[in-house]
């Protein structure tokens, strides 16, 4: 018996063909897309445009041809509500806030999602002490300031240049790191 999962000739299973692009295809596509995951319109018109690419190339049909069917699809999931830039962005930046992000980091995660920046940039918008309050869950999180096990003072300019990396502003990032230990407390 051959090694590989068992068959034979020890080579992979072959894979099925991609289906040809009709419109109840993407449809269908999206809706099941939708059903696993939250996006904004700029990332279920990506995934289906992929869709799109691979059965075009398997067909050799060109993709361009599929443009307004693609754009119908998305239009139809937006006019539905299943798809909400807003609700999307308020949502997301409410957990990566809650995880300890940076405004800034949040608004180029939306961003790299396809939320607009003028959105992005609304939903990240934080106050100084919820700003102050996520800094302190990404020192705690990844050990620095007075989360340490080492000797802080020889690691100070490295706990700076993490916070500052994490998008935070290096007045924020040394309240973090120069903080007594009674901040934890407040977390």
Do not use: N
Request: aromatic letters at 4%.
């Amino acid at each position: 018996m051959a090694f590989g999962g068992g068959r034979s000739d020890g080579g992979r299973p072959e894979r099925r063909a991609p289906r040809k692009i009709t419109p109840d295809y993407l449809q269908r596509a999206a809706m099941h897309y939708l059903e696993r995951y939250a996006a904004p319109a700029a990332q279920l018109r990506r995934v289906l445009a992929r869709k799109v690419a691979v059965s075009c190339r398997h067909h050799e049909q060109d993709p361009s041809t599929f443009e307004a069917m693609l754009d119908e699809v998305v239009a139809r999931c937006v006019s539905s509500g299943l798809v909400d830039d807003q609700r999307f962005a308020q949502a997301r930046a409410a957990t990566l806030k809650r995880k300890g992000r940076s405004a800034r980091a949040v608004a180029a995660s939306l961003s790299a999602k396809g939320v607009g920046r003028e959105l992005a940039q609304a939903a990240s918008a934080t106050s100084e002490d919820d700003e102050l309050a996520a800094a302190r869950k990404a020192a705690r999180r990844k050990r620095l300031g007075p989360w340490s096990r080492g000797d802080r003072a020889a690691t100070r300019q490295k706990d700076l240049a993490a916070l500052a990396r994490a998008g935070f502003s290096m007045t924020i990032a040394r309240a973090v790191v120069d903080g007594a230990g009674d901040e934890e407390a407040e977390c």
